[in-house]
């Protein structure tokens, strides 16, 4: 069969832009920098094995840590999570295209903190996926705790955007916590501490100054039934392009 000069040019034309299209997506990696006690790698289909200071890692790419364990990674766009004991999670993806560096860590359980890198140049799209939540950060540094029915945001610097399974977003700003708990309604640490005063005073006991103080100074993101959400931040923050977001997951027995 002949093909026509029209059709050879076609062909190549589509695999030239199939090449640059390939070339504008690459995976990046991810270098363990420190480790202290129990620490596991399971890389693709290989068996779980001790993790090593400089070993690479990539997406795809499971970690465990164990009691007392402490491990620092250090992305190849200059991000660092560090991984709390009795932590496990997923490296799901880490690339980088002509939008910007993408990193989705799927956390099971435990804690980790991450300080993620934005500069002029390249946007970032960090995200910590839990069972009950999806937390997406800018370019900050946070912090996460999973349990398996819930998660807690903890937001040190700047605002983090958040969802819980139903898919309720939430804005979380700088001194605000949020709770994400399987089936229910987004929680707020301040929230809670309210009905806590509220149980304290039928039983004789009150807040305590820290407790109180932090009572007066946020206030709690609210939620909008039909899925809109609003929050209104410490009115002393200054606004920072840096935000801090710890996630972490504990079970019943680690006591964190």
């Known amino acids: 069969m002949r093909v026509g000069r029209a059709n050879l040019v076609l062909i190549l034309v589509i695999l030239i832009l199939g090449a640059s299209s390939i070339a504008a997506l690459y995976a990046l990696d991810v270098v363990v920098d420190q480790l202290e006690g129990d620490v596991e790698v399971k890389q693709g289909k290989a068996d779980w094995a001790a993790a090593t200071a400089g070993m690479k890692l990539s997406a795809g790419d499971q970690i465990s840590t164990g009691f007392d364990s402490k491990l620092i990674l250090k992305f190849e766009d200059n991000s660092v999570v560090t991984v709390k004991p ?12 002509e939008a910007a560096i993408h990193t989705d860590l799927a956390v099971k359980i435990g804690a980790v903190r991450a300080k993620v890198n934005r500069t002029a140049d390249t946007a970032s799209d960090f995200v910590v996926i839990t069972p009950t939540s999806v937390v997406s950060v800018r370019g900050t540094e946070e912090e996460v705790r999973v349990t398996e029915k819930a998660t807690d945001v903890n937001v040190i610097q ?24 399987q089936g229910k309604q987004v929680v707020s640490p301040v929230e809670k501490l309210v ?7 039928v039983s004789g006991f009150g807040l305590t100054e820290q407790e109180i103080q932090i009572t007066g100074q946020y206030t709690s993101p609210t939620f909008d039934p039909g899925g809109a959400s609003t929050g209104q931040s410490n009115p002393t923050a ?16 680690s006591g964190c």
């Open 195 to 201: 009905e806590k005063s509220r149980t304290n005073t």
């Open 238 to 253: 200054t606004s920072s392009s840096a935000t801090t977001m710890v996630v972490s997951t504990c079970d019943t027995h």
């Open 158 to 181: 700047g605002v983090v955007k958040a969802e819980n399974e139903r898919g309720q977003p939430a804005s979380i700003a700088k001194g605000q916590e949020a709770q994400m708990e």
């Open 86 to 97: 009795l932590t496990q999670f997923t490296i799901d993806r880490f690339f980088k295209d």
